[in-house]
């Protein structure tokens, strides 16, 4: 689709945000107890979907099949309108949709995919205590016993596991094996027995954050993806959702936190300051740039093989950057009401708490370390780094 048609698509969801987007939903969604943000997020949600627009990304046959270039539109103007986001169903439709299509079995697929429509809420399960950055080490071991893996271990930085469903799970199954071969990946029903959630209070006073604590949960071995001790394989499937097209979304969510930025520097007369003007001057144009990199990378037919981390790095470094000057500029008032509307991103106009969240993106799906270290390998074709495994 492109010109008139994709013009009159655009105009459709206007039209839509203006009648269906809540008006009062930042206010109502700031400080409200999790069971509210949890009914308002579902809510959110089935909405979306009724207009087509919860997956767009999914293949037609489970409810997407957007092109890509209406799935640009689509969320330029949801960004455009301020429509909340799919905060608490972000791992579900992408990490997990991903790895289903990806690698999962028609079974699999038939059983979780509708179910994620329906409000099916999915954690990921990688990170470790010893295992974050360098996942490969991780610690947390199933054992096969007849048709069934029983699984022990401790996983953290798991968001939103409090009011997840299902988990994505890696576990170690060959313990002598070179550590990036021994691992499995499981779909963890989290109703399980022996299976203990602790949220991890943050420095911003949420406790999105959980830790998964895993003692003798049983895992049906129906519930591996792909072959034993390939699960490594199968979690770049799930890194390159968080790396990869949701990168689109985010961009433009980050052009409406900097609306915000000028206008608080307008309010508070910060924007007569040439400083403070050549400061929001540039990060404009990396913001502009920011977009651009989005856009070469949904048009690609075959992305690069480091274009994804160019674009994450890139963005969750220039996050900080906007959210930086955006609590420099709010001043030591807004230090007072460190409360943020929930159902927002991590550029909601909470400057202080912003600031602080924005620090975690520059961890999850690889620290920038690591995107570094993907650009230079893979993108610039520089020897690789010694590895054990």
Request: glycine share 10%; net charge negative.
């Amino acid at each position: 689709m492109t010109g008139a048609a994709l013009d009159d698509f655009r105009a459709g969801v206007r039209d839509w945000c203006r009648e269906h987007v809540p008006k009062d939903w930042r206010p109502a969604q700031t400080g409200v107890p999790d069971e509210e943000f949890v009914a308002f997020q579902k809510e959110w949600f089935q909405e979306l979907r009724r207009a087509g627009f919860a997956v767009p990304h999914w293949p037609r046959e489970w409810g997407g099949g957007m092109p890509v270039p209406e799935q640009a539109v689509l969320y330029e103007e949801l960004a455009a309108h301020d429509a909340p986001r799919l905060v608490l169903a972000f791992v579900s439709i992408h990490h997990a949709a991903s790895t289903l299509l990806a690698a999962g079995t028609d079974a699999q697929r038939r059983r979780h995919l509708p179910a994620i429509l329906d409000g099916e809420i999915w954690v990921q399960g990688f990170s470790e205590p010893d295992a974050g950055s360098d996942l490969a080490a991780l610690r947390a071991s199933a054992r096969r016993e007849g048709d069934t893996y029983v699984v022990n271990g401790q996983k953290c930085w798991a968001s939103g596991a409090a009011h997840a469903d299902w988990c994505l799970l890696l576990a170690r199954t060959d313990p002598d094996a070179p550590k990036r071969r021994g691992i499995s990946y499981f779909l963890m029903d989290m109703r399980t027995p022996g299976i203990d959630v602790r949220p991890t209070r943050q420095a911003t006073g949420e406790s999105h954050f959980c830790e998964i604590f895993l003692d003798d949960v049983a895992v049906p071995a129906a519930n591996r993806i792909g072959a034993e001790n390939a699960g490594w394989r199968v979690a770049q499937e799930t890194l390159g959702a968080e790396r990869g097209m949701t990168m689109l979304e985010l961009a433009e969510r980050l052009g409406g936190g900097f609306r915000r930025l000028v206008e608080l520097c307008g309010r508070t007369g910060a924007l007569d300051d040439p400083l403070t003007a050549d400061r929001l001057a540039a990060l404009e144009i990396e913001l502009t740039g920011l977009r651009a990199l989005c856009a070469k990378l949904v048009a690609a037919d075959r992305p690069g093989p480091a274009d994804a981390s160019i674009v994450k790095l890139f963005y969750s470094e220039l996050l900080q950057r906007i959210t930086d000057l955006g609590t420099e500029a709010a001043g030591l008032a807004a230090h007072t009401d460190l409360r943020k509307p929930l159902s927002s991103g991590w550029e909601s106009g909470a400057w202080p708490l912003d600031f602080l969240a924005s620090w975690e993106w520059t961890i999850p799906g690889g620290t920038s370390e690591i995107q570094r270290t993907i650009i230079g390998e893979r993108g610039l074709g520089l020897p690789r780094e010694p590895r054990e495994g």
